[in-house]
């Protein structure tokens, strides 16, 4: 199985999550390393500059503080070891990596043509062309950190919370439009009386590789279920400002959510 | 059919130019007599807006009127000098909602202005809100997919560069002097346009939004119910209270309070009360807004004294924001009530409150005494 795996910002690559995907799939008995690349969009200085001022000056800081995983006294986290670059990581397990400046470049569609993938797993988070999802055979895989076809958009993991609903990861094949995209697997996240959004964002990222891992398991053998979603059954919900947000972070502080598991249940 | 729709459908009538179909921009009462003012364009808004309460007085069977044919012929007449982007919006509403024959052609050109985002980025609030209630009903109404893509797109529009997500509250414009400060009728339209987005859609994060707002607004309604004028959207700040207006006491908050209230939005119902009862001197001045005698009537504000009002405005306003204070209530020796009235009041009471069962001491107008309601016959135009 070819396999082209996207993600992005290769400098501030460091994600846990992507290096427990890369470690896990180079064991799989089916894995070839020719079979598999790599694949880096938005590479340019202007985009790492983007990304701090989409969180925010003191935001963006934190969050490149906590790319490799979240920090704190928690001891549900703080086992979490800083990740390697995906890149070095990549080069380790002898697998191929290619950088362009958008997945959507002439370069790029010309290389993920020849490179003739029978699927594709987005890693990015970032906006796929449809030029991208029309290449491979099974379509781009993608993970969404909540509950579809009920809430589609950014910010979900937030809005779960707010929202009083679980939060599920959830895989589907990326459709043209925005969340629209055939389900094809769902996993419930666990909330724990006491956890901070970045511990819930944690847990959403090894869900989402587990749930990669899986997916390319389930392909493998031929038993890939497609549910399709209808756009009524959904609302597409946007980046929440501070007022938001806080209410989110009070919520969590006063454990004011309704579907916490019991910490020592066995299932976090 | 209530004393209140009763009355306002009543002085709609004295405010009206059947020859020219168009309900007055200002209207003076001077014991018995009536005085009004139909120069364009504000007669030309205002006449929509009544078109509108119209409409919902006449579904809900309080006033018999041919608002489709008062339609077309307000179009036949005065249909060329309507320009007015926002204006558009709420005609496609009427339209729409009345099944108009004219709501497809009201529709493109609608529609055409969503497709041009360096217009629709030089429109102010209210004409944006307006323009979504338009395509919102539009597309409930028709079902046509482009209707919906229309809506859908405004409404990203509205929430990606009109809405401050920091602090809830919506931007007047996008120009950057005008950007700090918000007015009370446009953050009415915008959560209006919302709350029927939501419905419309069932659209949960619009429904979010809306909630939010609400409850946000609901932090500035001042001690006897009034609603503040005039915000800091940075800051989320009063930075002038005045002029405080009847018609957002008594319906044009309702516009949005009471789709909260069915919403179950908490403080809800205590705000309404609070508001209507501004008018009936529970106010800074101790003075009635609505009055009985020799004739119903409604004034138009509170507002304080003196010329250059505006400007004044915007310098205190600027200054309030540099030392980063909210505003407070003026002395009553610097404030006076403006006499006059407006149609697109007594229409939007009509668009309020005519489905409306609920705050009978308002809409029997019990708080008013001596008013002799119309008689029944006198509640047709036609």
Redesign the interface.
């Known amino acids: 199985m070819r396999i082209a795996i996207l993600s992005s910002l290769p400098w501030l690559d460091r994600h846990s999550y992507k290096n427990f995907f890369l470690e896990e799939l180079a064991k799989k008995p089916w894995f070839q390393r020719s079979d598999v690349v790599l694949v880096y969009g938005r590479t340019k200085l202007s985009d790492y500059i983007k990304e701090a001022r989409r969180f925010g000056i003191a935001d963006g800081l934190k969050k490149l503080r906590s790319l490799s995983g979240p920090k704190g006294p928690r001891p549900a986290v703080s086992r979490v070891k800083k990740g390697k670059r995906l890149t070095a990581l990549a080069a380790e397990l002898g697998i191929a990596t290619r950088s362009f400046d958008r997945l959507g470049t002439p370069e790029c569609l010309s290389f993920l043509k020849a490179f003739q993938p029978d699927v594709i797993c987005n890693l990015s988070g970032q906006y796929v062309p449809s030029r991208v999802l029309a290449i491979p055979r099974h379509g781009v895989f993608s993970g969404h950190y909540s509950l579809l076809p009920e809430l589609r958009g950014g910010d979900t993991v937030r809005w779960s919370i707010f929202l009083d609903r679980p939060v599920f990861v959830c895989h589907m094949v990326l459709a043209p439009e925005m969340d629209m995209g055939d389900i094809v697997r769902m996993n419930p996240v666990p909330v724990v009386r006491g956890d901070r959004l970045e511990d819930i964002y944690y847990r959403c990222q090894m869900t989402s590789a587990k749930g990669h891992l899986h997916l390319l398991d389930d392909l493998e053998a031929g038993r890939i279920t497609r549910v399709s979603q209808r756009k009524e059954q959904g609302s597409l919900f946007y980046r929440m400002g501070r007022h938001l947000k806080l209410k989110v972070d009070e919520a969590l502080k006063e454990n004011r959510y309704s579907h916490y598991v019991e910490a020592d249940s066995g299932i976090v | 059919m209530s004393k209140l729709i009763q009355a306002s459908f009543s002085l709609l009538q004295k405010m009206y130019d059947p020859n020219r179909c168009l309900f007055s921009h200002k209207t003076d009462m001077d014991g018995a007599t009536y005085t009004s003012d139909f120069s364009y364009p504000q007669s030309l808004r205002y006449t929509i807006n009544v078109l509108a309460g119209l409409q919902r007085a006449q579904e809900h069977h309080h006033v018999r009127w041919d608002v489709c044919g008062e339609l077309d012929r307000f179009l036949n007449l005065n249909g060329q000098h309507i320009t007015n982007a926002g204006d558009k919006g709420l005609l496609l509403y009427v339209a729409a909602h009345g099944r108009s024959q004219h709501q497809f052609r009201i529709f493109t050109e609608v529609r055409d202005l969503v497709d041009q985002p360096a217009r629709l980025r030089a429109l102010n609030l209210q004409e944006v809100s307006w323009m979504l209630s338009g395509l919102t009903e539009y597309a409930a109404v028709s079902q046509k997919p482009e209707a919906v893509t229309a809506a859908e797109d405004l409404f990203?529009f509205m929430?990606?560069c009109l809405l401050?997500?920091?602090?809830?509250l919506p931007y007047h414009d996008l120009s950057l002097w005008r950007r700090p400060f918000t007015t009370f009728g446009g953050i009415v339209y915008f959560l209006k346009a919302l709350a029927e987005y939501a419905a419309a859609f069932?659209?949960?994060?619009?429904e979010?939004i809306f909630k939010?707002g609400v409850s946000?607004m609901l932090e500035f309604q001042g001690p006897r119910g009034e609603w503040p004028w005039f915000y800091n959207v940075f800051d989320s700040k009063v930075v002038d209270w005045y002029p405080i207006f009847s018609v957002h006491q008594d319906s044009m908050a309702t516009l949005f309070l009471l789709p909260a209230l069915d919403l179950g939005v908490a403080g809800a119902a205590q705000a309404i009360e609070k508001s209507y009862r501004w008018l009936f001197g529970n106010n800074q001045l101790g003075q009635p807004m609505m009055v009985s005698s020799p004739d119903f009537f409604i004034y138009r504000c509170i507002h304080r004294r003196g010329a250059l009002e505006r400007p004044k405005r915007f310098g205190r306003s600027a200054l309030l924001s540099v030392i980063r204070k909210s505003a407070g209530f003026a002395a009553n020796r610097q404030l006076e009530v403006v006499k006059h009235g407006r149609s697109y009041h007594p229409g939007w009471i009509l668009f309020a409150w005519s489905p409306r069962k609920d705050f009978t001491e308002f809409t029997d107008l019990r708080m008013l005494p001596g008013l002799d309601a119309p008689a029944q016959a006198s509640l047709q135009l036609q």
Do not use: F, G, P
């Open positions: 990203q929430d990606r401050n997500k920091d602090t809830l069932n659209n949960k994060y619009a979010v939010e946000k």
